[in-house]
């Protein structure tokens, strides 16, 4: 495909459940970032990768959250034990880190919703 | 603490106008300054960017301007066009430690008006 895409778009589940949200960067990208965006406010950082490892999760709010990037392509976002405070959008983005901007390139998030 | 703040949760302008959105910044180890565009159930889009050792970037009908004595950069859109309405965020890079993250304000919306 020609941008990021995230599965799924949209996901409801109940408080103390376990989520899985999934991020397919642009082929090529070697840089993957997660961000969170709740209502009114901006995209807010979460986790950064360059290839397969993290390079920055100081974003995570707590450890009910991890992401892998295992083989440097596809990410996983994992919260376990959700709140009701995690409902969000949750945006990756991803980026060649080629050229001075090192634009982020994002797709479209996956809102989640806990009940 | 907020380190890039988009004071102005929102702005209306006539079609054909210009519109001025406004960001500032408190961290001065930001390199790179940039503006995305959101439409809604969509994720933000790149829009145009400028370095910290630059003071105007021009690209079409958006332009850029940084004045880093006053941490504070504005984009403007002229002429304004209805398609141009969504949300613009202000985003700020630094790269101490090695991180690429982006510092996001809390966004403006722009209103263009047939």
């Known amino acids: 495909g020609a941008g990021v895409s995230q599965t799924p778009s949209n996901k409801v589940t109940e408080k103390g459940k376990y989520v899985e949200l999934r991020c397919d960067p642009i082929s090529g990208h070697t840089a993957l970032y997660w961000y969170r965006q709740s209502l009114g406010q901006g995209p807010e950082f979460l986790i950064y990768?360059?290839?397969?490892?993290?390079?920055?999760d100081s974003g995570l709010p707590n450890d009910r959250f991890f992401a892998v990037r295992p083989e440097g392509s596809v990410s996983t976002l994992k919260i376990q034990r959700t709140e009701r405070g995690d409902s969000a959008v949750y945006l990756c983005a991803s980026s060649s880190l080629a050229g001075g901007p090192r634009e982020q390139f994002f797709g479209p998030g996956t809102r989640l919703t806990v009940l | 603490d907020q380190q890039v703040k988009q004071n102005s949760p929102s702005l209306s302008v006539q079609e054909g106008r210009i519109s001025i959105l406004n960001c500032d910044y408190t961290n001065s180890m930001f390199d790179y300054f940039l503006w995305y565009k959101k439409y809604p159930a969509e994720g933000p889009t790149f829009l145009i960017s400028i370095s910290s050792i630059k003071d105007k970037n021009e690209d079409g009908r958006f332009t850029v301007f940084l004045n880093k004595s006053a941490k504070h950069l504005s984009l403007h859109i002229v002429p304004s066009q209805p398609g141009d309405s969504a949300v613009y965020f202000c985003?700020?890079?630094?790269?101490?430690?090695?991180?690429?993250?982006?510092?996001f304000g809390k966004g403006t919306k722009l209103t263009v008006n047939p």
């Open positions: 990768f360059q290839g397969t490892g993290a390079a920055d």
């Open positions: 985003a700020a890079r630094g790269t101490q430690g090695g991180s690429e993250k982006l510092v």
